[in-house]
Nanobody, 123 residues
Framework: QVQLIESGGGLVQAGGSLRLSCAAS????????LGWFRQAPGKEREFVAA????????KYADSAQGRFAISRDNTKNTVYLQMNSLEPEDTAIYYC????????????????WGQGTQVTVSS
């Protein structure tokens, strides 16, 4: 059974930073992309960032580009999302995702999901 467990969410003021972590367990994640989606109240779940197993290919949503940085430590089966210059619009539940092969930006193409961690950015 695959488990993705997020941590690191919380409340932060606008302009602040948070670092999310996601630990994967239950199988080997070699050749698996890992990533992050988010869902704000009343909005659809949207792609944030993803990274291939090798780390050679990374994709960011336009909203994350330049402010967020995704990375992974394959020795720990863990993916990170460093979020800087946070804005109230970044308030959402952030979900860790996994899939075999390359990343995708469609939520329907990620079979593995974590339970989510709340990020709240106050103005």
């Amino acid at each position: 059974q695959v488990q993705l467990i997020e941590s690191g969410g919380g409340l932060v003021q606008a302009g602040g930073s948070l670092r999310l972590s996601c630990a994967a367990s239950g199988r080997t994640f070699s050749n698996h992309a890992l990533g992050w989606f988010r869902q704000a109240p009343g909005k659809e779940r949207e792609f944030v960032a993803a990274i291939t197993w090798s780390g050679n290919s990374i994709k960011y949503a336009d909203s994350a580009q330049g402010r967020f940085a995704i990375s992974r430590d394959n020795t720990k089966n863990t993916v990170y999302l460093q979020m800087n210059s946070l804005e109230p619009e970044d308030t959402a539940i952030y979900y860790c995702v996994g899939r075999s092969g390359l990343w995708r930006t469609s939520k329907n193409e990620w079979p593995y999901w974590g339970q989510g961690t709340q990020v709240t950015v106050s103005s």
